[in-house]
Nanobody, 130 residues
Framework: QLQLVESGGGLVQPGGSLRLSCVAS????????IGWFRQAPGKEREGVSC????????NYADSVKGRFTISRDNAKNTVYLQMNSLKPEDTAVYYC???????????????????????WGQGTQVTVSS
């Protein structure tokens, strides 16, 4: 059974940092693009960042550029989201999602929108508050 499990969320003060992890079980992430998304109460799910299966391509939402960094460790079957300089508006449930490569060129693609992703985790809560 394919499963994604997020962890690392919590309560942090503005300006603080958190590192989220997304661990896959039941399949290897080597040939999957991974996206991180978030959803705040009353708002639609929005893309935060994504990384191609090769790791060579990444994408960030304008709201997190320069503050968040996505990375992957295929040996650990894990993708990370390092979040620095956190702001109250970053408060949300964060989800990771995985989509298998569709072709050789897909190795260098990832998707900023949630639509293409077929595998989702349950989410981890991030709260930024003083």
């Amino acid at each position: 059974q394919l499963q994604l499990v997020e962890s690392g969320g919590g309560l942090v003060q503005p300006g603080g940092s958190l590192r989220l992890s997304c661990v896959a079980s039941g399949f290897t992430l080597d040939f999957y693009a991974i996206g991180w998304f978030r959803q705040a109460p009353g708002k639609e799910r929005e893309g935060v960042s994504c990384i191609s299966s090769s790791g060579g391509s990444t994408n960030y939402a304008d709201s997190v550029k320069g503050r968040f960094t996505i990375s992957r460790d295929n040996a650990k079957n894990t993708v990370y989201l390092q979040m620095n300089s956190l702001k109250p508006e970053d408060t949300a449930v964060y989800y990771c999602a995985a989509e298998p490569d569709r072709s050789y060129t897909s190795r260098y693609e990832c998707y900023a929108d949630p639509g293409p992703y077929s595998n989702w985790g349950q989410g981890t809560q991030v709260t930024v508050s003083s």
